[in-house]
């Protein structure tokens, strides 16, 4: 065993060990496999064997693995140690991944040889099983994937067992896809050489690589450390039969999809030319084209009755009819009887298997097919058609040219031995691309590399791993790919001169690996030292390499602010380069201008003009992926084309990915608002579905499109209301027998349990901090205990958009109740909006919202949920809502007795201290004092001598007068605000005009700012501006002591603002109470003023109101104080006449102007 042989003499199989040799049926490897029989099963050398398809190369792979195997061999007897040598089996498609798992589960298994696959369809595996694997099955890109993270941490400890690299198809290596093949071989060449590794398996990994005929196999061969002796090469010569090719090319139709379904006309007359009567596999992209070809066909020879070509005896037809019987597919049968069929993975496998069986026999000579069958079950004809060399890309949503390996697998059907020895090969493609299938099929297409192109990022999935971590290892890596001898043979694909000396071929290299870093560094993905040698990654590095994104996406994330909306999240999604290829065609345009238009106010977002007024043309393949979100995103989309349908489909599912890309980068930026759009723009495209979607139920199996209508109808269109419905009632609003609504009823137990927040505040020992407890509540359990429900529990300040907690639990298993102690800093007397969010990672609409407004020194007892502060948000911060009590519009009276319980601590007291003494805004409590009358000249003296130290020249905007026109708003209008002496009662708004005037201007500019004689506290300014409505039946005046309606003086511009050009925009309908028409002048406001202001100061038990306990309801933040002594008439200036509210009010309300020039005059 083992020794040389005569190289035209065939190896017997029982050449092998014993125990080896039932994995092979037949007794003699054929001439090709005898050849390579001692390179494969008694040597350890690298190998590349290029040979025709159907030439029996699989056999190779197989012989490696039981080379590898046969260490655990003692005695005679098999004992393998699970995964502690592992096999790579590495193929161009998950199909042929699963036709490999399915033939080695039956060949291995019995040597209890472990297989699994890691594809798309397997995506979820536990740790265990990839270290009990001995064959890991897998696809470039998904391996590469999975060993981008963990490798060095422990993670990927399997990483280490690796022994034996299979490359099948390493032709792939020229198709875009090949730089992932490209870069994960050179990552495991780039480990197998590091210190760490070198007791490893790994240490010694051998490559075999197999592909079609290529006329550059050398360059393989040298980038897979191959020796000569290694190298087999194999022509037509080994192919079983001989293979007749012929390619035509034909014109273009308008679009891909119309290209396709004109070929079908050309297949008869190129099956009667070339087929010669036998049987023929034509090979359709899709399951529809397939029957459509059959449907064509049949038809044909339905047309020419008994000189049918496919029906060639009366014995044959009467089989075909008593087949057709059999099957349950009608349009199968109507086409059985004429000599053709088709076959795809919309068949039962009742018809799967009736259809083949006939096939073979010869019963049936024609049948159409998808490129599937290319990988599945032997199912050889003498003619293969490949109808169109393009295919429906699900993901990419459009029409792509097949992967070389896929043609060629398609030509390796036919003639396939031993049902022929002759076979012809047919590819119908455009006839722009007749030269390249003309060089495919003649073995003369160089392979090239594909890695330049996507350099950045593969370069920075090295650099997470720390596999690179300086500028040499960056340099050897780049070396380890197929690029680097590529670049070298033909140096003007990539850019260069050819004949270019080796000297400024390493140069250009250094370049590459320079440019690609700094880039790299300049968006923050990695850190680079000062000589820019040393190199570690960044967060959004990482999370780059984790969610596999462009580099050009992760730009826009990077770059994208931290308070993004949902509306801007899905915005970066449409420019996205994962969803670049997505184009925007003519005939698309009507239907998305129709989307946008929104005449039924379906969708959340439009796609908008610079104006804000929404687009009525689509011009761009960004504005056409926003519309096709947001109409899916409806639960109930208008587009049903197949073409958008695909699209929506790419879009939901990359844009998922990206968007949670998005929101671990804002979580690592503690971006609150960033975070929380990204979290529910990702679910909502997952389940292609909104939030608040009246079609939330489709998230349920067995509910959908048409019963979620049906129940939405019936109002059962969340899950509270689905718990509550009764069964019987389903079935009949859903028109289904029962038990269908126990069923229904049944699916509920997949949600996860319900769970309760709690914010509370505690109290905290250290000054200027503030110290809350969220506690959560498990208040039912999930009824499935083999299914894990994970939530994100998000804790964040509003003002400040800043995480202050994160954490990702399951919401089974946490402890009910589940504490989370936050202290944070917050300014004495500042306020802050604390948020917590618990967020379901499967479902939409289950998600739980709490909020708590605390400031700092005063009590804060009142939670609110996320609805009631959705219409406290709208509102800007400069305003505050007041909610008087409605005992206390009239006007208040000091009493003797106590009235601690009718006042609200967190209201400050606007007493007129000094100010070294204003230390606190909180009220403080009324005492039984005996009552001390202060005469109105004492109180104005006051009011004067404090005036003299505020500073004139103001250098904010804050407390600039001339700074922008502020809106005074009352904060509640009681609908029977009327006094009851008169029912006379103003309009509720009253605009002051900030505009400094003349004598304002002057008194600026003249007067020297005085130094103070005290110490001013800075919270002196922040008690706010304002005028309170009077009741007095005199002229409709007011009074400073009347506790009515308060009017605050926003002194920030405001969003409402810009609406005041529009009288008739300052009310809502709700707000338009019928009013009595007065006219203010300010003479009369003086007068008011001067006669009815109180002449006691907080005393307890006077007559006489107190300006103190006017104000108690009135929240004093971020505004400035307003004092006033006279004020002259502004309400005859001419700049003002036009500012009527006549159009609103009608005749029963005149608006006052109050200008600065005369409340300021006094200083």
Not at 39 to 44: K, N, P, R, T, W
Not at 909 to 923: A, H, M
Request: one cysteine or more; proline letters at 4%; aromatic letters at 8%.
């Amino acid at each position: 065993m083992g020794s040389f042989r005569d190289s035209y003499s065939l190896v017997p199989v029982s050449e092998l060990p014993a125990p080896f040799r039932a994995i092979f049926s037949f007794r003699y490897f054929n001439s090709l496999q005898s050849e390579c029989f001692f390179g494969c099963f008694f040597s350890d050398m690298n190998m590349v064997i290029s040979a025709p398809t159907g030439s029996g190369k699989t056999v190779l792979f197989q012989l490696c693995i039981l080379r590898l195997m046969s260490k655990f061999l003692s005695e005679g007897r098999f004992s393998p140690i699970k995964g502690t040598l592992k096999t790579i089996y590495i193929a161009p498609s998950k199909v042929l991944v699963q036709e490999k798992l399915r033939d080695w589960n039956m060949k291995f298994g019995p040597l209890a040889i472990n297989c699994l696959e890691m594809t798309s369809d397997s995506e979820y595996y536990k740790s265990k099983s990839i270290q009990d694997a001995d064959i890991i099955l897998t696809t470039p890109e998904k391996f590469d994937a999975v060993t981008r993270h963990g490798i060095r941490n422990g993670d990927l400890s399997f990483f280490g067992d690796i022994s034996l690299v299979l490359i099948d198809e390493v032709h792939l290596l020229n198709d875009p896809r090949g730089a992932s093949l490209e870069a994960i071989v050179s990552r495991i060449k780039m480990l197998s050489h590091t210190s760490q590794m070198g007791s490893s398996p790994l240490a010694n990994v051998r490559f075999l690589a197999v592909s079609a005929t290529i006329p550059n196999i050398q360059d393989i061969a040298e980038w897979l450390l191959v020796p000569s002796e290694g190298i087999k090469s194999f022509g037509e010569e080994m192919r079983p039969v001989k293979l007749v090719t012929k390619v035509f090319g034909y014109a273009p139709a308008k679009n891909d999809f119309l290209f396709e379904r004109r070929l079908q006309n050309f297949i008869f007359d190129l099956l009667m030319q070339y087929s010669k009567g036998k049987s023929a596999l034509v090979f359709c992209s899709t399951r529809k084209g397939a029957v459509e070809s059959a449907q064509c066909l049949s038809q044909i020879a339905m047309r020419l009755g008994h000189s049918s070509p496919f029906v060639k005896s009366i014995q044959q037809q009467e089989k075909l009819k008593e087949a057709s019987l059999s099957f349950t597919e009608k349009q199968m049968q109507s086409f059985i009887i004429h000599g053709v069929g088709y076959h795809n993975g919309g068949l039962s496998m009742k018809d799967r298997s009736l259809v083949e069986g006939l096939f073979l026999k010869g019963d049936i000579q024609i049948l159409c097919t998808t490129n599937t069958l290319a990988h599945g079950i032997n199912l050889p004809a003498h003619t293969v058609v490949v109808k169109s060399t393009q295919y429906f890309n699900k993901e990419k949503g459009l029409y792509t040219e097949y992967d070389r390996s896929m043609i060629l697998q398609m030509c390796g059907r036919a003639g396939r031995p031993p049902f022929d020895d002759t076979g012809t090969v047919i590819i119908m493609t455009r006839r722009d691309t007749v030269h390249l299938y003309e060089s495919l099929l003649n073995g003369c297409e160089l392979v090239e590399s594909q890695l330049l192109s996507c350099a950045t990022e593969h370069l920075m999935a090295e650099i997470v791993q720390l596999i690179v971590s300086d500028i040499s290892l960056a340099i050897e890596w780049l070396k380890c790919s197929y690029l680097h001898v590529r670049i070298k043979k033909n140096p003007e694909n990539y850019g260069l001169k050819r004949g270019i000396p080796s000297e400024c071929l390493e140069k250009h290299m250094l370049e590459i690996c320079m440019e690609k870093i700094k880039e790299l560094s300049e968006h923050g993905m990695v850190w680079t030292d000062e000589d820019g040698f040393l190199l570690k990654p960044l967060e959004p590095g990482r999370l780059m390499t984790k969610f596999y994104l462009k580099f050009n996406t992760m730009k826009l994330i990077v770059n994208a602010p931290g308070s993004s909306s949902v509306e801007d999240v899905l915005h970066i999604i449409s420019r996205s380069e994962e969803l670049s290829w997505i184009q925007l065609r003519r005939n698309e345009k009507k239907l998305l201008n129709d989307i946008n238009s929104d005449k039924e106010g379906r969708l959340r977002f439009h796609v908008l003009t610079e104006n804000g007024k929404r687009k009525k043309r689509i011009q761009t393949r960004e504005e056409k992926i926003f519309v096709l979100a947001n109409d899916c995103l409806t639960g109930d989309p208008l587009v049903h084309d197949l073409s958008f349908n695909q699209d929506v489909t790419s879009i939901c599912t990359r844009g998922s990915r990206i968007a949670k890309c998005m929101k671990e980068c804002y979580i690592y930026r503690k971006s609150y608002k960033g975070a929380m759009s990204s979290i529910l723009l990702a679910k909502c495209l997952h389940h292609k579905l909104w939030e608040n979607s009246p079609y939330l139920l489709k998230q349920l199996p067995g509910i959908g499109m048409v019963t979620a209508k049906a129940l939405q109808s019936a109002g059962v269109n969340s899950f509270e209301s689905l718990a509550a419905a009764d069964p019987r009632k389903i079935e009949i609003v859903t028109g289904r027998k029962y038990p269908f609504g126990n069923h229904i009823k049944e699916s509920l137990l997949l949600l996860p349990p319900k769970v309760e927040i709690k914010i509370e505040e505690s109290e905290c020992m250290k000054a200027g901090r503030l110290k809350l407890i969220i506690t959560l509540y498990r208040t039912c359990q999930s009824a499935t205990s083999n299914r894990h429900h994970y939530a994100d529990i998000l804790i964040g300040s509003e003002e400040d958009n800043m995480i202050l907690f994160h954490e990702k639990l399951r919401a089974e298993e946490f402890p009910s109740p589940h504490a989370i102690t936050i202290i944070f800093s917050c300014p004495k007397y500042a306020s802050a909006t604390i948020k917590a969010d618990l967020i379901f990672e499967d479902y939409v609409g289950l998600d739980v919202h709490k909020k708590l407004i605390v400031t700092n020194g005063v009590d804060n007892t009142k939670s609110k949920d996320s609805e009631d502060a959705t219409s406290s948000s709208s509102l800007p911060k400069e305003i505050y809502v007041v909610n008087p009590d409605p005992e206390r519009r009239s006007r208040i009276i000091c009493k003797e007795t106590d009235n601690a319980n009718k006042i609200q601590s967190s209201m400050p007291s606007f007493d007129l201290l000094e100010y070294e003494t204003v230390t606190d805004i909180s009220t403080p409590e009324p005492q039984q004092t005996e009552c001390k009358t202060n005469s109105k000249e004492m109180i104005f003296d006051h009011i004067r001598k404090k005036s003299k130290t505020f500073p004139i020249s103001l250098t904010s905007t804050m407390m600039d007068y001339s700074h922008q026109p502020l809106l005074l708003r009352i904060a509640e209008t009681p609908k029977n605000l009327a006094y009851q002496r008169d029912g006379d009662y103003l309009g509720n708004i009253i605009v002051i005009d900030s505009e400094p005037t003349d004598a304002f201007k002057k008194v600026s500019s003249s007067t020297e700012p005085t130094e103070p004689t005290e110490p001013v506290k800075a919270s002196i300014a922040c008690y706010p501006s304002l005028l309170k409505r009077g009741n007095s039946s005199e002229m409709g005046g007011f009074e400073i002591e009347t506790h009515s309606d308060v009017i605050l003086i926003d002194s920030e511009p405001i969003e409402d603002f810009k609406k005041m050009s529009s009288p008739s925009s300052f009310l809502t309908e709700r707000e338009k109470i019928p009013i009595k028409s007065t006219r203010i002048s300010s003479s009369v406001l003086k007068s008011e003023v001067y006669e009815e202001f109180p002449t006691n100061y907080l005393q307890s038990g006077c007559k006489k109101p107190s300006w103190s306990d006017s104000l108690k309801q009135v929240q004093s933040i971020g505004c400035k104080i307003s004092l006033f002594d006279e004020l002259n008439s502004t309400s005859d200036r001419t700049e003002f006449s036009q500012h009527s509210l006549s159009s609103v009010l009608g005749n029963q309300s005149d608006e006052s102007f109050l200008g600065f020039k005369s409340v300021f005059s006094f200083l």
